[in-house]
């Protein structure tokens, strides 16, 4: 088919506001203009091989790197160029040519397809003009709070160096106080140690003579007790009806086994007791209700031990451990000062490392190559969708909470930079977040882009529990260009 | 997407501490008991959920009844013969049931035989809708009777069909030949309708006995010591499986016939399966199983039962092909057995220098739960014979729109319009061709399908516009369950329609699917597919425009919590048992869509309409594709004979998942699978919501080139896929097709099921092992050549060639003695192309001879069909000229296309090229590329339409 193919077009371009006319086949930028001479054969760009000129844009694929159809859709690897005037210029597929969808704004790429293009170049010029100028307003203004912070933070730097700096001198101070509080503690201590053993020694031995006296007084009121006749004689008849005594424990005492209790003998007095009550105090059920005994031991207790001051106290309190001594309290008293004054300056010197540590983690930290993202260190940032509340944590974590009411997700914690090579800090990488089902643990990247505030615009999960979040911050912001961004820049001439 | 809970239901559950919640927090409707339920099965299968014949009561009673001498005798005297129709009854002598025998001889070589009970209790399912007619008959004559049988004429070729009376069998004879004989093993087994005794108050042998109709009473005695047992087991008025109960009204109504086919040893299709294209032998294991399903991560290389059924088993030896097709919809078990299966070639060679006398001979035997006995014997002899034989009876492939022949880019799922917006930005920086972006579930407003999620899709309308802008397409998904919800309009229409399937009580049957308790409509019910149809009008379904098409998942129906996660076979559409229309439940669904895309045109824009579940005929609605597959290298190798096995029983338009659903592919697989799915017909990615991002340039630039490239490559073969499609349309042949049914005498071929054939022209190679450096390609054809399409080199037929790949492509072969229309000029979508020129590519036969078609038309219409508007052309190269002559000459198309190169492999240099037109004679440029010798020509410039000659002098 040889259907219309204009091989040459009128291009207008506009240089200086003077309108140029600039005659070159279809699709040729400027730059190649001088490849495409309508006087002579045209060598494929790629040098292959040489065809009339009449071949060049004549739907026909002859060279193999397509430059002989710049403005035909004949060649798969071809391009066409726009000149797109009063917007930018750009390069196609040629497979776009005459495809029937309008590509190029000043509609050059459907020549002959029945499409019904507008030229839309000066609307989307100007449109982006609006957005050059909105963003280099944007840039401008970012660039100066980014200076603020990074003076900010060279400040915060810097204080926060020499605040370290001092921390480790009065640590050093600090330091050298816990030891000699140490060695004042361990003195204090010593004599303490030695006073308080004596005390409980002492107490230790006066436990032992009680303990004695109970026995004994246990002993004369079992031997009462036992001695039904109050002849001052326990006989064996009498042991017998004591059936607990029984050694073989077949239920009965007989005169026997009372006998052998008894050493052989019939009856014991009260001395000869004294070699009985061993054997059989630890078996022997009182006659009496346990309670009246315990009284009883308590009051014979309280007649041994007159310098119990508090009698009334119930059996329990018996055995506390007497008051120290005066010396010894006092000795005990000034090492427990040593022991508090040394605790004390351990917790300084402990909350001194933790601080130390804390602002060397965050001096540690990359925050860009001018310390411009030190600002966001240990702040939060929200953001409110229809369903979830996003917080991003910028260094620590990003996470996701159902804005009516269930747990939070975790989606990544504090990773690395994760921008391309020229610039890292274009992009933040949170990992290792929960788990997914059958999945991988969620992560999120964080687009930075440049605005003047520091603000979470957006987040989506392109695949499955990858997160995507648009964060802008003045941080970012490059220097603007000292020109004035204009379209006119990039109009070919 | 689609398939089980499993692989929702635990996100569903988890989604407050794992399931990422931003895009599927409607997850977490779905209820915490199916969940909970099914926890365990992670990866693969569960095939406990599946029953196997022995869990199946009325497979385990048939299979049970070993082959024997037939119970079954002809009654000759009550023989009577119509023009076409011949009617016999058969006794069982075992318990006096009378069956009537009918047998018909069908136009196009073809028989037709029914089994029926005489007179059943009430009436038993006869499947409608799958034929497209009733069948034209010719006469039937007999040619003797005796009291042994009769011998009725099958018209030409001196085939005749032998009636044997004692014990009962048919055989099908052509001259001293037996082709195929029926119950020749004696295992027809026919479970007549009876009324249900009381089984408590009387021990009852003579029912275990009657459990298969046929059975031989030799154990009596034994089997009345086991009735307690044996009851319990046989399941015949009552069947649980895994806690769901099947009450069983209607008792034991099970059917069975054997068939023996001698001199065959290969027989192919009755998919879905994912096994081999050549069927396997099952003694010793599950017969093939035919009962649609959602089978969670399937298992490759055995015989479960898949999303679909179509009960069409071919058998092919060197002299002949045959069909055996089994219309009957309900739950179906094919048993294979042959003589030579357990022999090693070694054996048969013994046989042969022995003279053993054994013949092959394959048995196939057909169980299914209800219904009756309705066979067609397809004749052939020819593949393309049995192939328009079928098509007669079913329809053919529907002619799809071109578009849907692109490039198709889905994923569950494209979280909203912006994703939308961005993935289809991403092809054109990419520029990388595509017609179709697919939404999964999560696009309707809670799983509500005809509705748009009022956030994330919030404006359809805007959405599709942008696409057609582009001349590009979208798919939503519609699946068959509907939420039930009183808010839903769909939903309330249907219950107070009364159009839901009922539960054994008579109300709603309810089940869970993705929307959580679902009612699933009856798709059986004409009046209900037509108001169905009638949702898909522009103004019903809100959003909707004629760039949206539609996928059918689910439609098994997939059941959550039902027995076998499908629906009970006690629920009841009308009067039927689900029992009885399993099998066809998802062709009803895709009928009524694809129905409904036509209807919003006025009937005049061909619909396009995906489907999982499927049935015989399914292939007259539009594409199925392979169900939920895995991203490994044997689900990419599987998905050949899978779509092969369907080709061969009608279904052309075939596809598996590009990447593979579940898992996430390597890159190089990912590469492998594009470069497959481009010869393959239906070709879309997919992935599961789980996997990673995978559209096309996320694997860096090479692998996007090479992606690009494979996309590329289908583009310009679109014309002669169109071609195909046009061809499979008019005369139902495969246009992906298994080696030996274009060379039928070739042995070589039976079991290739590692290449394909598009068309008859295209011979594709696909690399399915990981790091490949070569594959080894059977090029058929004694004394034939082909061509390799990357490099033109020609190589001879009829040898096993090693070839060489790196993973910039796979081998493809063109035919030596083919012509190809291509169009080179891929752009980003195919209405992009419509006007561009075609380059033909003849490739010489060793005769010097080439011949191939073009068809053209505008791609979506029906024009094509109710005014001839499309060029048909036959392109023929024969004595050094290249001629265009009309095929259709009283159609009418005109198109701007025009030819603008044509290749000539296998060419010598000519002195001088001529283009002959309108009685002128023009020369034409041409280039000699001796190397490798090809002549290529020179923008001759004729309008695709016209009639000219190029000569070569």
């Known amino acids: ?493 | 997407m689609s398939a089980v809970f499993e692989r929702n239901a635990l996100p569903a559950m988890q989604t407050s501490h794992c399931h990422t919640p931003l895009n599927n927090y409607r997850m977490g409707l779905l209820s915490v008991f199916f969940v909970c339920l099914f926890f365990s099965s992670a990866f693969a299968v569960d095939r406990g959920n599946f029953k196997t014949c022995d869990q199946s009561a009325f497979c385990k009673r048939q299979r049970a009844f070993k082959p024997g001498q037939s119970p079954y005798r002809a009654l000759l005297e009550t023989l009577e013969l119509s023009d076409s129709r011949l009617t016999l009854q058969l006794i069982n002598d075992n318990n006096k049931v009378h069956l009537l025998l009918e047998l018909y001889r069908l136009q196009g070589n073809m028989t037709r035989v029914k089994i029926n009970e005489l007179k059943p209790l009430k009436p038993r399912f006869e499947v409608p809708d799958v034929l497209i007619a009733e069948p034209p008959t010719e006469p039937l004559s007999v040619l003797s009777k005796d009291d042994n049988g009769v011998v009725l004429s099958l018209g030409a070729e001196s085939q005749r069909l032998i009636v044997s009376a004692r014990p009962f069998r048919l055989d099908i004879m052509e001259g001293p030949e037996v082709l195929l004989s029926l119950n020749s093993r004696g295992l027809l087994a026919f479970e007549h309708l009876r009324l249900r005794k009381d089984t408590q108050a009387q021990p009852e042998g003579a029912e275990v006995k009657e459990s298969v109709d046929g059975d031989q009473q030799q154990d009596e005695g034994k089997k009345d010591e086991d009735e307690e047992s044996n009851k319990e087991e046989d399941g015949l008025w009552e069947e649980t499986f895994k806690s769901h109960t099947d009450t069983k009204p209607n008792g034991p109504t099970s059917i069975s016939l054997d068939f023996s086919l001698p001199g065959v040893e290969h027989v192919y299709g009755i998919p879905e399966h994912a096994d081999d294209l050549k069927l396997k032998t099952t003694d010793g294991g599950d017969p093939y199983r035919l009962y649609n399903l959602d089978v969670f991560q399937y298992e490759l290389y055995n015989p479960m039962a898949l999303y679909g059924s179509i009960p069409v088993m071919l058998a092919h030896n060197t002299q002949r092909t045959m069909g055996i097709f089994w219309l009957n919809a309900a739950e179906t078990w094919v048993d294979i057995s042959s003589n030579t299966a357990g022999k090693t070639v070694f054996g048969k060679m013994l046989d042969f220098v022995q003279g053993s006398s054994e013949k092959p001979q394959t048995d196939v035997r057909w169980i299914s739960e209800s219904g009756i006995i309705d066979v067609f014997i397809m004749l052939g002899p020819k593949p393309s014979d049995v192939f328009s034989q079928y098509a007669s009876l079913t329809g053919t492939q529907s002619f799809p729109p071109l578009a849907s022949l692109g490039y198709h880019q889905c994923r569950w799922n494209y979280n909203d319009q912006e994703d939308v917006k961005s993935v289809d930005q991403g092809f054109d920086q990419h520029d990388i061709p595509y017609d179709f972006i697919w939404l999964d579930i999560e696009h309707a407003d809670g799983k509500r399908y005809f509705t748009w999620d009022p956030h994330k899709f919030s404006q359809p309308k805007e959405m599709l516009q942008g696409l057609m802008d582009k001349k590009r397409k979208m798919v939503a998904i519609v699946d068959p369950h509907i939420k039930v919800d009183s808010g839903y309009k769909i939903h309330n229409e249907i219950t107070s329609k009364d159009f839901y399937v009922k539960n054994k009580d008579g109300g709603n049957y309810e089940g869970w699917c993705w929307p959580g308790n679902s009612g699933y409509p009856d798709f059986t019910n004409p009046e209900m597919r037509a108001w169905w149809a009638s949702m898909f009008a522009y103004d019903q379904y809100e959003g909707s425009m004629e760039n949206l098409f539609t996928w059918n998942d689910m439609n098994e129906p997939s059941v959550f919590n039902g027995p076998e996660v499908t629906m009970h076979k006690d629920a009841l559409h009308g009067k039927w048992e689900h029992r009885d229309i399993h099998n066809m439940y998802g062709l009803y669904v895709q009928m009524a869509t694809a129905e409904g895309q036509i209807q919003r045109s006025g009937g005049a824009e061909r619909p396009f309409v995906l489907t999982r579940a499927f049935f015989a005929g399914s292939q007259r609605f539009g594409a199925v594709w392979t169900g939920d597959n895995a991203a490994e290298w044997d689900h990419l190798k599987i998905s050949i004979p899978m779509c092969l096995s369907l080709g061969l029983v009608g279904v052309s338009f075939c596809g598996a998942d590009v990447g593979g659903f579940f898992k996430n592919p390597s890159t190089e697989l990912l590469v492998r699978w594009y470069q497959t799915g481009a010869y393959q017909p239906f070709f879309r990615a997919h992935a599961h919501l789980d996997t990673t991002r995978r559209e096309p340039w996320l694997f860096g630039p090479e692998n996007t080139a090479l992606i690009r490239e494979a996309v590329r490559q289908r583009y310009a073969l679109l014309p002669y896929w169109y071609q195909l499609f046009f061809q499979a349309y008019r005369t139902g042949m495969p246009v992906m097709r298994p080696l030996w049914v274009d060379y039928p005498k070739d042995t070589a071929t039976f079991t290739i099921d590692d290449e394909f054939l598009i068309g008859s022209d295209l011979l594709v190679h696909p690399v399915t092992e990981e790091g490949s450096r070569g594959v080894t390609a059977y090029l058929p054809g004694a004394g034939e050549v082909w061509y390799d399409v990357h490099t033109f080199q020609k190589h001879n037929g009829a040898q096993n060639l090693y070839i060489p790949v790196t993973l910039s492509s796979i081998p493809v072969f063109q035919r030596g003695g083919s012509i190809i229309p291509r169009k080179d000029r891929v752009r980003r979508s195919s209405a992009c192309m419509e006007n561009d020129p075609y380059t033909l590519y003849v490739a010489l036969s060793p005769k010097k001879f080439a011949e191939g078609k073009l068809y053209i038309d505008d791609g979506h219409s029906f024009n094509y069909d109710t005014k001839k508007e499309f060029i048909h052309r036959s392109l023929t190269f024969a004595n050094n000229a290249l001629t265009s002559s009309n095929l259709c000459p009283d159609c009418n198309f005109l198109t701007s296309s025009w030819i603008e190169k044509v290749l000539i492999l296998g060419a010598s240099k000519p002195s001088k090229v001529v283009l002959k037109m309108n009685g002128k004679e023009t020369p034409v440029d041409f280039e000699f590329d001796s190397s490798m010798s090809v002549l290529t020509l020179r923008k001759p410039g004729m309008n695709a339409g016209d009639d000219w000659t190029l000569l070569l002098q």
């Open chain 1, 1 to 493: 088919m040889t259907c219309l193919h204009l091989l040459l077009t009128l291009v207008f371009a506009v240089s200086l506001g003077t309108p140029v006319e600039i005659q070159r086949p279809r699709g040729v930028p400027l730059t190649k203009k001088q490849f495409y001479e309508e006087s002579k054969p045209f060598t494929c760009l790629d040098g292959s091989r040489t065809i009339p000129f009449d071949r060049v844009n004549d739907d026909y694929c002859d060279c193999k790197d397509g430059s002989d159809e710049p403005g035909t859709a004949a060649c798969p690897n071809g391009s066409f160029h726009c000149t797109n005037a009063g917007y930018r210029p750009m390069f196609i597929p040629s497979s776009r040519i005459n495809d029937g969808i309008c590509d190029c704004c000043d509609t050059t790429d459907e020549y002959n397809s029945g499409a019904k293009c507008e030229n839309t170049c000066k609307e989307l010029g100007r449109k982006e003009r609006e957005v050059l100028q909105k963003m280099a307003e944007i840039t401008k203004e970012g660039f100066l709070l980014k200076q603020q912070l990074i003076e900010e933070a060279k400040k915060g730097q810097q204080e926060k160096q020499s605040k370290v700096t001092d921390m480790q001198e009065n640590k050093k101070q600090l330091d050298e106080k816990v030891e000699a509080l140490r060695t004042v503690k361990e003195t204090a201590e010593q004599p303490e140690k030695e006073a308080k053993e004596r005390h409980l020694k002492a107490w230790e031995e006066q436990k032992a003579a009680i303990r004695l006296e109970k026995d004994k007084a246990k002993m004369a009121e079992t031997f009462l007790e036992l001695d039904d006749n109050e002849d001052g004689f326990v006989s064996v008849s009498e042991l017998q009806s004591h059936a607990e005594l029984d050694p073989d424990a077949d239920g009965t005492l007989t005169e026997i086994e009372a006998q052998g209790l008894m050493g052989g003998a019939e009856q014991v007095d009260t001395s000869t007791f004294e070699s009985v009550w061993p054997k059989i105090k630890d078996k022997y059920h009182s006659e009496v209700s346990r309670e009246e005994a315990d009284i009883s031991l308590c009051l014979c207790v309280v007649q041994a031990q007159p310098t119990i001051k508090t009698p009334e106290k119930t059996h329990e309190d018996e055995e506390a451990m007497p008051p120290y001594d005066a010396d010894t309290q006092a000795l005990i008293d000034a090492a427990q000062k040593a022991r508090d004054d040394f605790e004390e300056a351990e917790k300084a010197l402990r909350e001194m490392d933790d601080q130390i540590r804390n602002i060397e983690k965050e001096l540690s930290f990359d925050f860009g190559p001018d310390a411009e993202f030190t600002y966001l260190y240990s702040q939060c940032y929200e953001l409110t969708t229809s369903e979830y509340i996003y917080r991003l944590c910028p260094f620590n974590r990003v996470s996701q909470k159902p804005k009516y009411g269930g747990s939070e997700t975790n989606l990544g914690t504090w990773g690395s930079w994760s921008g391309p090579e020229n610039n890292k800090y274009l992009l933040m990488k949170y990992e290792q977040g929960t788990g997914c089902w059958q999945g991988p643990n969620r992560s999120t990247t964080v687009k930075l882009t440049c605005g003047k505030e520091t603000v979470v615009t957006s987040t989506s999960e392109p695949s499955r529990c990858e997160y995507l979040m648009e964060f802008t911050t003045p941080a970012v912001c490059q220097e603007p260009a000292n020109i004035d961004p204009s379209p006119h820049d990039h109009v070919e001439l």
